[in-house]
């Protein structure tokens, strides 16, 4: 195996288990306080979102392991798939300047 994809699968990248997601006004966001609850457009039994990168790749089922939750994968994307994700978004990509830029737009010091 190359060295560079050695190195490569030894990275550490953030895994998400998403229960759901809901769009709310903001003036519904300001309201919350503790012990509120937030109904999710998700029924209980249904499998839930595996992303990395913010990009789907799989979905399970929650367990318990322990004392802990876990998630039991019942389907995945193909490798390429996966690491396609792993990959830099489109929508990123555009927001990150350049070294140039941030020189260009640093203060001077005199």
Do not use: Q, W, Y
Not at 33 to 45: F, H, Q
Not at 85 to 95: F, I, V
């Amino acid at each position: 195996m190359p060295a560079t994809l050695s190195s490569l699968l030894r990275l550490e990248v953030p895994l998400i288990v998403r229960i759901a997601d809901r769009k709310m006004k903001m003036g519904e966001v300001l309201n919350l306080a503790p012990g509120a609850i937030i109904e999710m457009p998700r029924a209980a039994d249904e499998e839930l979102d595996i992303l990395a990168n913010n990009k789907l790749i799989g979905s399970g089922r929650v367990v318990k392991v322990g004392e802990n939750f876990g998630i039991r994968i019942t389907a995945m994307g193909d490798v390429e798939s996966r690491v396609a994700a792993l990959g830099p978004s489109d929508e990123t990509s555009a927001d990150v300047p350049d070294e140039a830029d941030e020189s260009a737009e640093s203060p001077s010091d005199g």
